[in-house]
């Protein structure tokens, strides 16, 4: 690396490291994406300096034959977006040349979803395992909350932290709906399945025999720092409780429950607007994930209403 180059991504991290506060482990992220665009400019014997856009378009391009992730290259692209707006801004080049150039477009993964039936055999086991007596107190609760929690959270869709979080005072004005805080302080109203209710009120019935040791501003309390049960602790239940129930513990999280809600809702036939509602999105563009679900069965109901689709599998 030429001396003058070094110079400059060591004063771009002193900058991040002195104004920014930034972490030891980012500070390295970031030297060493900057100069690897460094070595890549060396080798075409152009210095930071005299980088164009030219230059950092052929640098993605080798990035790209290198296997590369188009999410790696956005971080590298950010980080040197980031780098050349400081030379900027600091007067010691005149222009920034990553400027005219767009981020690397990223596959958006689709979400992982369970089957109606594997969601119908998960609900029947933690039923199961809610009713079924239990030689201590607190086993027999413990099952009462983890069936409660996943019975709210397939009927309403809640985001996880928003489900652990829970006030009792949500369930008090009317046990039909639940009021839930989101993202953005946003008050939303999400309705409950007449499950969801009786799961819900057989576990605070089990709550109350506990007595005062369990009586919290909390639907579902817990004695750590936050006062309520965590996101950690219910995804470790859930997966617990998928493995006795024969399911892939793979395959769930309380994340792919919220998935399962709003795919199971488009299947069978509920509109993108209404569950953008339901899901709390504030935008109907993160609801469109999930036009996959409404992509298939819109194919399906052509094939077996249209009548040219009918025409062509008789001519089959």
Not at 75 to 93: M, T
Not at 110 to 135: C, T, Y
Not at 199 to 216: D, I, P, Q, T, V
């Amino acid at each position: 690396m030429r001396p003058r180059d070094e110079y400059l991504i060591e004063a771009f991290i002193e900058m991040l490291s002195a104004e920014r506060g930034a972490a030891e482990n980012t500070l390295s992220s970031y030297y060493k994406d900057i100069d690897d665009f460094s070595q890549f400019a060396g080798s075409k014997k152009v210095a930071l300096l005299d980088v164009n856009a030219a230059h950092i378009r052929a640098y993605l391009e080798v990035l790209t034959k290198r296997g590369f992730a188009s999410s790696s290259q956005a971080r590298k692209l950010s980080a040197l977006r980031q780098f050349f707006k400081f030379l900027y801004s600091e007067g010691i080049r005149s222009d920034d040349p990553s400027g005219p150039l767009d981020s690397p477009k990223q596959a958006r993964p689709l979400p992982k979803v369970l089957s109606e039936a594997d969601v119908e055999k998960l609900l029947q086991f933690a039923e199961k395992e809610a009713i079924a007596p239990h030689d201590r107190p607190l086993g027999e609760l413990r099952a009462k909350r983890t069936y409660a929690l996943l019975e709210v959270l397939y009927a309403t869709g809640l985001r996880v932290s928003e489900l652990v979080s829970l006030p009792i005072a949500a369930t008090h004005k009317d046990k039909r709906f639940i009021i839930v805080r989101g993202k953005g302080d946003k008050e939303r109203m999400v309705p409950l399945s007449q499950k969801a209710k009786l799961a819900m009120s057989n576990y605070l019935e089990a709550r109350l025999k506990r007595g005062k040791k369990y009586e919290s501003q909390w639907l579902f309390p817990s004695s750590g720092e936050s006062g309520h049960f965590t996101r950690q602790a219910f995804a470790r239940d859930l997966k617990s409780l998928a493995g006795r129930a024969g399911i892939a513990v793979n395959k769930i999280s309380p994340h792919v429950m919220r998935h399962a809600f709003a795919s199971h809702l488009l299947q069978n036939g509920a509109d993108l607007r209404a569950v953008q509602q339901l899901l709390g999105h504030a935008d109907i563009s993160t609801t469109q994930i999930y036009t996959h679900v409404l992509e298939e069965r819109l194919r399906k109901l052509v094939e077996e209403h249209h009548p040219l689709a009918k025409l062509g599998k008789k001519m089959e």
